[in-house]
């Protein structure tokens, strides 16, 4: 399949920043509307030249989100929208299959402000919380106020919901846990030789 945007969905020249995999998203998307809302759908999409036009508007609207998030929302849509959806119905479907893993703003705050140390051991309900107090700072969280820390952190957290929402990964690198004592087997012939050898350089 051609890269570009398929004649129905406009002009190829004008899309050469969709990937192949969102422009068959958003062609699914319609294709999935046009079979389930037939008559709503001729009804709205009359004009070719138009359908062109809300295609790529969709498509522009819609890129932010992570293809299978759009797809599950096209599925939610069907099981729960009588009538043929707008494109403010999809991006609020999408926005909720895709924050449905994600705690609420000030419910992540109180987490990251709680969460024990070493804070890359702890447990996370997210990995875009951990991310979002990492890159607010944790002193700087524990040691300011709500009113002044909350607004910094919900801003980092929006920033990493964002990314959760295309799709990609954040990931928390955790700290290897120091041995407990006895699981280090210490070789006492070796230890004995090492004394040995130091009492004689200090000739004791």
Known sequence: ????????????????????RQIDTINTLFAVLKRNYHNQYFKAFANANELKAVKRL???????????IILQATKALLENEEFLPTLATVIKYCEKIGHQDLPEAHEAYLEACRAPSPKA??????PAVYCAGKACDWYFLL?????????IFREHYEKMCAKVLRGESLEIQRQALPEKAGETKVDRAKNKQKLQALRKALQL
């Not at 399949?1 to 192949?20: C, D, I, R, V, W």
């Not at 969709?58 to 299978?68: G, I, K, T, V, Y």
């Open 121 to 126: 051991n702890a447990h996370w309900s997210h």
């Open 1 to 20: 399949m051609n890269k570009n945007l398929p004649t129905e969905a406009g002009q190829p020249e004008s899309a050469k920043h969709f990937s192949e």
């Open 58 to 68: 969709w498509l522009e609207s819609l890129q932010r989100f992570d293809c299978d």
């Open 143 to 151: 040691n300011n106020p709500e009113y002044r820390a909350f607004p």
